[in-house]
């Protein structure tokens, strides 16, 4: 059985308009052209959908239990209309963003909701990992979009700005009496500290900064998550580092604090790079341009 969507909109037209002609006009048609269309689907159909009459014409008894299921194939089609412009306009479609925790806390959480806002369509898949791993996964394209630390990158693709941050550091008032004002890296170097593990750039921002003092870093306590961090230096075994909005996220309590550091060894900035050929491109690009507009 084969019959266009011309036919389809003609059929439920005339059945609204009780008339060939009056739903031709609507159409924009030639009468005989959409009397022809009616005969040959009839023919197809091997019913008869209207009976003529001298005033125009009307369904007939299989005509109306038909003409429900040509109102789906024209919702159907409808949809499949809309949908393909959806996905043409990047309105439709999903997405994966891989990050660091340090960058979702304070940044990536926000633009998402707005990102969804604006495009309710588009599926986000946020995927937490360290810099490093980040950019494996887009090497190894398992995700579209990476937001990576820019001292940790390695990757070889087109980077784009995406967020400035910094390091605090974060003790116990019960376990260490530290300057209020700021405390100096020679200072700093000297205290326990609790790190986040390999690949982390937090690593290599301690690693860094012992070296520019001539000292190795002996990472002695390291952790995979800034929950465990806390959790160590709340007891008293260490100081850590990590983003002011990341320490107030967990609502420390009274007994913790937070420090400013002096020099901008601690500075950060997030890079965002994109890999193509997984996500639908206009998709992409929409995400991205939200991303990168959003700062």
């Known amino acids: 059985m084969k019959f266009d969507t011309t036919t389809v909109r003609l059929v439920i037209a005339i059945a609204e308009e009780g008339s060939i002609s009056r739903a031709a006009d609507r ?9 022809k269309r009616v005969t040959d689907l009839e023919a197809q159909l091997g019913v008869k959908l209207f009976k003529r009459q001298p005033h125009g014409v009307r369904l007939t008894e299989p ?6 299921h040509i109102r789906q194939i024209d919702n159907l089609t409808k949809r499949l209309h809309g949908d393909a412009l959806a996905v ?5 479609g999903r997405v994966i963003i891989g990050a660091p ?4 806390i304070p940044f990536l959480a926000h633009d998402i909701a707005a990102i969804l806002r604006k495009f309710p369509g588009i599926a986000l898949q946020i995927v937490e990992e360290n810099s490093r791993i980040v950019q494996q996964l887009l090497r190894d394209r398992v995700i579209d979009i990476g937001i990576y630390e820019k001292t940790s990158g390695f990757i070889d693709l087109p980077r784009f700005e995406y967020r400035q941050d910094h390091l605090v550091l974060v003790y116990s008032l019960r376990h260490f009496d530290l300057p209020k004002e700021g405390l100096g890296l020679e200072q700093m170097i000297e205290l326990p500290m609790i790190s986040l593990g390999r690949g982390s750039a937090i690593l290599a921002s301690l690693q860094r900064a012992h070296q520019s003092r001539g000292r190795v870093f002996r990472n002695d306590f390291t952790v995979s998550g800034f929950d465990t961090m806390l959790a160590l ?3 008293g075994i260490g100081v850590g580092l990590m983003p002011p909005a990341i320490f107030q ?7 913790l604090a937070h420090i400013a550091l002096a020099g901008d060894w601690h500075q950060r900035s997030y890079m965002l790079s994109v890999v193509d050929g997984q996500a639908q491109a206009q998709t992409l690009h929409n995400v991205v341009g939200e991303l990168l507009g959003s700062a």
Do not use: N, W, Y
């Open 27 to 35: 159409l924009e048609l030639a009468v005989a052209a959409a009397s």
């Open 63 to 68: 005509g109306a239990k038909l003409l429900s």
């Open 88 to 92: 043409r306009h990047g309105r439709d």
């Open 101 to 104: 925790k340090s960058v979702i």
């Open 233 to 235: 230096v709340r007891q």
């Open 249 to 255: 996220s967990f609502h420390p309590e009274p007994d």
